[in-house]
């Protein structure tokens, strides 16, 4: 099947003879200044034939905009009300016609569904929620809608699933299921609604995968997080959540997801946001969908290149010492997807130095222009990577699109 983007409007540049640069502009986002267009990088093919419909999204939030302006201008501009997107949400391929204004009343406490396990009707019964209260309740009132309890108690949830799956996730849709591939959405929980609405709820019909970056930037970060993690729990087969860089602990003290917690659940601030830090270590670094379509946040990684630094000495009653091993910094090949899911995903900021550096390079690495790898020093972390590279992933890999 021919690859058919959705709804949005698309710029194709093509950059190099193998490499394409796909700018994606979301159609709510016109004219609206709190989006800018996500560049996707893929090899350039007179004809792409994928063996499914594949639809990408795109939300990125400005980095200069703070949380007051983020609110403010989307207060301007309101999103779907909770009945109706409850309603919708309820419906696995509904969507809602029109956007009457929310009602004022306060929705009930949301408690851990009876029985244990989570419902179509309570997802989207939270997302109601986490609605109104993202333009009705000031933050700090937050827990009295959203108890700090039922918060761990769905992160915990979540994480065990995530925990479960390998660093690299193969995305199999059966014929006529249709996936669609999530760009950051850092804390615009009205626009993630909305997107959901518009391209359909994830069912046994429509699978999505969201490439990270789901928090810091935007206002409602914690909401968005929990929002998508309640789907996870739901449906854990139809639902893939990739980590970003910004599910790291660095990220998130700097650019305002640990803050966002805090002031939200104050006293209960510490233990909720360390619930999300080991949710966070537990999020998968890449996809392959229907075995051609390899994505990830940042992109392309190195191979491991260990040497031994020092040779084996002799210690006490004969033993032998282990030698300490190093990376090579002089060697830099591509890395493969057996390396891939052997790496250690499991910390709160990825390494940039040592053996383990897969998983940074993964989220923080940079598409380049310039042939060949080479380290990425403007990041100071991951890599910058060719066109060649690009060609050699997708050849080595029977690959079609990164």
């Known amino acids: 099947m021919e ?45 792409l034939s994928l063996p499914c419909q594949l639809h990408l999204h795109a939300l990125e939030t400005r980095s200069d905009q703070s949380l007051t302006e983020t609110k403010n201008e989307i207060t301007e501009h309101p999103p779907p009300n909770a009945p109706t997107l409850a309603h919708a949400m309820s419906q696995p391929g509904a969507a809602a016609a029109t956007d009457p204004s929310p009602s004022p009343a306060s929705p009930p406490v949301v408690e851990w569904p009876e029985g244990g396990a989570l419902t ?26 959203l108890p700090p309890a039922l918060v761990q108690r ?30 950051d959405v850092h804390g615009q929980l009205h626009d993630v609604i909305f997107l959901l609405r518009d391209a359909g709820f994830p069912s046994e019909e429509r699978i999505f995968v969201f490439n990270g970056d789901y928090v810091d930037r935007g206002a409602w970060g914690l909401e968005t997080l929990l929002l998508l993690l309640a789907w996870k729990v739901l449906l854990p087969n139809c639902v893939f959540l990739l980590r970003g860089n910004h599910e790291s602990k660095y990220c998130t003290s700097v650019y305002g997801f640990e803050r966002e917690v805090m002031a939200k659940y104050k006293d209960q601030g510490p233990q909720v946001y360390r619930k999300f830090l080991r949710c966070f270590e537990d999020l998968p670094l890449a996809t392959i969908i229907a075995g051609c379509v390899y994505t990830a946040h940042g992109g392309i990684f190195r191979g491991t290149v260990v040497l031994p630094s020092k040779r084996l000495k002799k210690g006490k009653k004969g033993r032998k010492n282990k030698a300490d091993f190093t990376v090579d910094p002089t060697s830099m090949r591509l890395g493969s997807l057996d390396e891939l899911l052997k ?35 403007e990041r100071g972390i991951g890599l910058l990577w060719g066109p060649d590279i690009t060609q050699q992933f997708l050849r080595t890999n029977n690959l079609k699109v990164t």
Not at 17 to 25: D, F
Not at 155 to 181: C, K, M, T, Y
């Open 154 to 183: 769905l992160v915990l949830a979540a994480a065990a699933i995530l925990h479960r799956e390998p660093n690299l996730v193969r995305v199999d849709p059966r014929p006529g299921q249709a996936v669609v591939v999530v760009g």
């Open 3 to 47: 690859f058919e983007p959705l709804a949005p409007d698309f710029l194709l540049e093509s950059l190099h003879p193998h490499h394409a640069r796909l700018s994606v502009t979301p159609p709510w986002s016109r004219g609206q200044r709190r989006h800018a267009t996500r560049d996707l990088f893929f090899p350039l093919r007179r004809s």
């Open 120 to 145: 179509r009707d309570w997802v989207a019964g939270l997302a109601a929620t986490l609605d109104w209260c993202s333009r009705h309740l000031p933050a700090d009132r937050l827990p009295t809608v």
């Open 343 to 377: 790496a250690r995903r499991t910390v709160l900021d990825p390494p940039w130095e040592g053996q383990n550096l897969i998983p940074g390079d993964v989220l923080w690495s940079d598409p380049s222009l310039e042939m060949g790898l080479s380290p990425n020093k």
